[in-house]
């Protein structure tokens, strides 16, 4: 049974840094491309940032490049998402994906695996 399970969110200060983490289990995670995505109430779920199974590769959210980083251990099998530099407008619950078919994860609709969220709140 694959399972996803994101860390790491919490309450924050704009301007402050924060983790997330992404265990995998029952999958290779090295077979996988890996993204992160972002949902905030009424809204429909959008891209945050993507990296290909080697982690060579890796494409970002124009509202978020310069902040984030998107980086994985196969070995451990997990994604992590380095946030730094937070404004209010991230706050959102925060979701990792796993895909098996593309070189990076940016449709939603190409997920074949999910977590359950994390959820990021900033504080103005």
């Known amino acids: 049974q694959v399972q996803l399970v994101e860390s790491g969110g919490g309450l924050v200060q704009a301007g402050e840094s924060l983790r997330l983490s992404c265990a995998a289990s029952?999958?290779?995670?090295?077979?996988?491309?890996m993204g992160w995505f972002r949902q905030t109430p009424g809204k429909e779920r959008e891209f945050v940032a993507t990296?290909?199974?080697?982690?060579?590769?890796?494409l970002y959210a124009d509202s978020v490049k310069g902040r984030f980083t998107i980086s994985r251990e196969n070995d451990k099998n997990t994604v992590y998402l380095q946030m730094n530099s937070l404004k209010p407008e991230y706050t959102a619950v925060y979701y990792c994906a796993a895909d098996a078919a593309t070189v990076l994860l940016v449709r939603k609709s190409d997920a074949d695996f999910w977590g359950q969220g994390t959820q990021v709140t900033v504080s103005s």
């Open positions: 990296t290909s199974r080697s982690g060579a590769s890796t």
């Open positions: 029952g999958l290779t995670l090295s077979r996988f491309a």
